[in-house]
C-alpha cells in the first residue's frame, strides 16, 4: 500500500524539475546575454532633385563661322562672333556680306547660315529647339538617335512659314517680309502656314509660303533657278542713275555683285544702279533653296561726256 503514496509524492518533484529546467533558457537570455550593438542610424533620405535640374542646359552653339558675323545677348550690343560661342533663347546671330556661320545644337541639330542672314534663338530643350529666320538662308539638318527623339523647328519671322522635322534636311529662305521657300533635301519636313494649314515637303521637293497664305503644293526643286532681267537696251547710258527691273520666283534669293535685293511676294525686283564713268560690270546671281544658281552678267556704260562737234572748214 506504500507505492502509490510513493507516487504521489514523486509527482510535484517532477513537475517543478521541469518548470526548473525549462526556466534556465529563458533566464539566460534576460539575465546573462550580452546586449547587442545597437544598429548604426539610418542614412538621411536623398534629397530629391527636380527633374529640370538634374538635366543639363541645353545651348546651342556657334561652332565655325567665317568673316563678318555677329552675335546679340537679348537686348544688349553687338560683338563679335567667338568660337564655341554659346547661345540661348533671345540670343541673336547675323552674318555680314560674304560671310557663314554653322551652329550646332549637341549632336542633333546643325543650322548653316549663309551670308546676309540672320536668325534669333526661340526655345530649346532635349525634346525641341526652335529658331526664329529673320531673313536670309539656312539649311538645317535633324539627325535622329536611338531612343532619342528630338524636333527641330525653323520658323520665319513676319510670316506664318514654320518648317519642322525629326531628321532630314532643309532649307528654308526668307525675303525679311514674310515670303518663304522651303525645299527638302533628305526625310520629310512638315510646313505649316496661315491658320495651322500645313504640306509635307519631301525629298527633292519645295513648297512656297506667301503672308497670309497656305503652302503651295510641294513640287519637284528645279535643276536650275529662274530669273529674268530688263536690261536697258542701249549699251551705253547718258544718266548715272539707272533702274533695272527683274523677276524670279517666289522665294528665291536674288544678290546683286553680292550684296542682298530686296524681292517681293511675286518674285519681282528691282536694282537702283549708281553708274561711274566707264564700264560697271553688274552681276545678278539667282539662288534658290535647292537648285543651282543662275547668273546674269552685263556691262553697264556710263558715257557723260558731250560728243565732239567738228568743223568742216577746218578740214580744208
Given at each position: 500500500?506504500?507505492a502509490?503514496?510513493?507516487?504521489?509524492?514523486?509527482?510535484?518533484?517532477?513537475?517543478g524539475l521541469?518548470?526548473?529546467?525549462a526556466?534556465?533558457?529563458?533566464?539566460?537570455?534576460?539575465?546573462?546575454?550580452?546586449?547587442?550593438a545597437?544598429?548604426?542610424?539610418?542614412?538621411?533620405?536623398?534629397?530629391v532633385?527636380?527633374?529640370a535640374?538634374?538635366?543639363?542646359?541645353?545651348?546651342?552653339?556657334?561652332?565655325?563661322f567665317?568673316g563678318?558675323?555677329?552675335?546679340?545677348?537679348?537686348e544688349g550690343?553687338?560683338?563679335p562672333a567667338?568660337?564655341d560661342?554659346?547661345?540661348?533663347p533671345?540670343?541673336v546671330?547675323r552674318?555680314?556680306?560674304?560671310?557663314?556661320?554653322?551652329?550646332l545644337?549637341?549632336e542633333?541639330?546643325?543650322?548653316?547660315?549663309?551670308s546676309?542672314?540672320?536668325?534669333?534663338?526661340?526655345q530649346?530643350?532635349?525634346?525641341?529647339?526652335?529658331?526664329l529666320?529673320?531673313s536670309?538662308l539656312?539649311?538645317?539638318t535633324?539627325?535622329?538617335?536611338?531612343?532619342v527623339?528630338?524636333?527641330f523647328i525653323?520658323k520665319a519671322?513676319?510670316?506664318?512659314?514654320?518648317?519642322?522635322?525629326s531628321?532630314?534636311?532643309f532649307?528654308?529662305?526668307?525675303?525679311?517680309?514674310?515670303t518663304?521657300s522651303?525645299?527638302t533635301?533628305?526625310?520629310?519636313?512638315?510646313?505649316?502656314g496661315?491658320?495651322g494649314?500645313?504640306?509635307?515637303?519631301?525629298a527633292g521637293?519645295?513648297?512656297i509660303?506667301?503672308?497670309?497664305?497656305?503652302?503651295?503644293?510641294?513640287?519637284?526643286i528645279?535643276?536650275?533657278?529662274?530669273?529674268?532681267?530688263?536690261?536697258?537696251?542701249a549699251?551705253?547710258?547718258?544718266?548715272?542713275?539707272?533702274?533695272?527691273?527683274?523677276?524670279t520666283?517666289?522665294?528665291t534669293?536674288?544678290?546683286m555683285?553680292?550684296?542682298?535685293?530686296?524681292?517681293d511676294?511675286?518674285?519681282?525686283?528691282?536694282?537702283d544702279?549708281?553708274?561711274?564713268?566707264?564700264g560697271?560690270?553688274?552681276?545678278?546671281t539667282?539662288?534658290?533653296v535647292?537648285?543651282?544658281?543662275?547668273e546674269?552678267?552685263?556691262?553697264l556704260i556710263?558715257?557723260?561726256?558731250?560728243?565732239?562737234?567738228?568743223?568742216?572748214?577746218?578740214?580744208w
Open positions: 500500500m506504500a502509490p503514496s510513493s507516487r504521489k509524492r514523486q509527482v510535484p518533484f517532477l513537475v521541469v518548470l526548473i529546467l526556466a534556465l533558457p529563458v533566464g539566460w537570455f534576460v539575465f546573462l546575454r550580452e546586449t547587442p545597437p544598429l548604426p542610424p539610418a542614412a538621411p533620405p536623398r534629397a532633385v527636380a527633374a535640374e538634374a538635366k543639363k542646359v541645353v545651348e546651342l552653339v556657334l561652332s565655325q567665317d563678318n558675323v555677329e552675335v546679340r545677348h537679348g550690343a553687338w560683338e567667338r568660337k560661342m554659346p547661345l540661348r533671345t540670343d546671330v552674318t555680314g556680306r560674304g560671310s557663314w556661320a554653322v551652329v545644337n549637341g542633333s541639330v546643325e543650322l548653316r547660315m549663309e546676309d542672314t540672320e536668325i534669333s534663338v526661340e530649346l530643350s532635349n525634346e525641341l529647339s526652335k529658331v529666320l529673320s536670309g539656312a539649311t538645317a535633324v539627325r535622329g538617335r536611338p531612343n527623339r528630338h524636333t525653323l519671322k513676319n510670316g506664318d512659314a514654320e518648317a519642322s522635322t531628321q532630314g534636311t532649307t528654308m529662305s526668307n525675303n525679311g517680309k514674310g518663304v522651303v525645299g533635301r533628305e526625310g520629310d519636313v512638315k510646313l505649316t496661315k491658320e494649314k500645313f504640306v509635307i515637303v519631301r521637293q519645295r513648297s509660303v506667301r503672308p497670309g497664305q497656305a503652302p503651295t503644293e510641294p513640287a519637284p528645279p535643276s536650275t533657278v529662274f530669273v529674268k532681267m530688263d536690261w536697258p537696251k549699251k551705253k547710258q547718258r544718266e548715272a542713275k539707272l533702274v533695272v527691273t527683274g523677276h520666283e517666289p522665294g534669293r536674288v544678290m555683285n553680292g550684296a542682298v535685293v530686296a524681292t511676294a511675286d518674285g519681282g525686283f528691282t536694282l544702279l549708281d553708274l561711274k564713268e566707264g560697271n560690270p553688274v552681276r545678278v539667282a539662288v534658290g535647292g537648285g543651282t544658281p543662275q546674269e552678267k552685263r556691262e556710263l558715257d557723260t561726256k558731250p560728243p565732239i562737234e567738228v568743223d568742216a572748214g577746218t578740214l
